[in-house]
């Protein structure tokens, strides 16, 4: 099902930091970019999951680091970053990835508190980890950043507004930074996942998840292994014309 071929070691000499790589799309991402020769920072506020993987990639001969990061404040991502650039000695590749679901409701009800934690995580979250990765990358020699955005970020979903306002801002954040970086060094994208069988979708009931299966053309969710390769190309050189656009890793989903 996967793409088998080895494009691989493309990525010996970089350094990578992968947001909420502790799991799902960010665990695959990060296993996808070590078998390609990165050095990885695993971030994630799961300090036990990062441990975890960052063990698993140096077990498969990576370099690799956990380390703690919240992305909702932006002296967690500060001192996160400058930790992966000590250990790791730079910094050339980033996926902010890390993001929460949420519960359905309808806007006129819904949660203060969930529309903050939402936006805080899935947006600000975003924003801190450019504002400190592109100093970084940018001191390394250039590279690429990839933003992990959703198929709710180019389109509205009921229910879902807190989660489809900040995932349409990432998009919007990743325009604005592509245009700043391009001619310094930086590829900076976004990638738009469909619905993917992560642990974000553990909560989610039998009947919810028939409904969102038949809504992918594919007749089925998506694999973390199948966003983390649409990741690695982005943040390859094969990419080099590729800035500040947006792709889709959906399963015909948005094809409707
Ligand atoms: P997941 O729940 O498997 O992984 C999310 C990771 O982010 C976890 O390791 C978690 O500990 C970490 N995280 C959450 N909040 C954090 C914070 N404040 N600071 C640091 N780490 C934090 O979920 P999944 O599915 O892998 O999601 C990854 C990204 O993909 C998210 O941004 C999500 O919105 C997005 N996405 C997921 C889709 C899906 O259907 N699974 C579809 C479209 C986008």
Redesign the pocket.
């Known amino acids: 099902m996967l793409p088998t071929a080895d494009y691989a070691r493309e990525f010996i000499g970089k350094t990578a930091l992968v947001?909420?790589?502790?799991?799902?799309?960010?665990?695959a991402t990060a296993r996808r970019l070590a078998a390609g020769g990165a050095a990885v920072a695993v971030?994630?506020?799961?300090e036990e999951?990062a441990r975890t993987v960052a063990a698993e990639l140096k077990a498969g001969g990576a370099r690799a680091l956990a380390v703690h990061?919240?992305?909702?404040d932006p002296e967690s991502v500060r001192a996160a970053v400058e930790a992966s650039v000590e250990d790791l000695g730079g910094l050339h590749l980033a996926v902010n990835?890390?993001?929460?679901?949420i519960r359905g409701q309808l806007t006129g009800d819904h949660s203060l508190d969930d529309w903050s934690r939402v936006i805080?995580?899935?947006l600000d979250?975003v924003f801190y980890s450019l504002r400190y990765e592109l100093p970084a990358i940018l001191a390394s020699g250039g590279g690429a950043v990839v933003n992990?955005?959703?198929?709710?970020g180019t389109n509205g979903t009921p229910g879902q507004s807190a989660?489809v306002a900040a995932?349409h801002g990432v998009l919007g954040l990743t325009k604005a930074a592509a245009l700043e970086y391009a001619a310094k060094g930086v590829r900076i994208n976004a990638v738009?996942?469909?619905?993917?069988?992560?642990?974000?979708?553990a909560a989610a009931s039998a009947v919810y998840r028939e409904r969102i299966t038949a809504e992918h053309a594919v007749g089925r969710?998506?694999a973390?292994e199948e966003?983390a390769e649409l990741t690695a190309f982005l943040l390859s050189d094969r990419a080099s014309f590729v800035h500040g656009s947006c792709h889709l890793v959906d399963g015909g989903y948005s094809a409707h």
């Open positions: 947001t909420g790589g502790a799991s799902g799309i960010g665990l971030a994630d506020y799961n999951g990061l919240d992305v909702t990835n890390a993001g929460i679901g805080a995580t899935n979250g992990i955005s959703s198929v709710m989660y995932k738009a996942p469909g619905f993917i069988d992560t642990p974000i979708l969710l998506g973390a966003v």
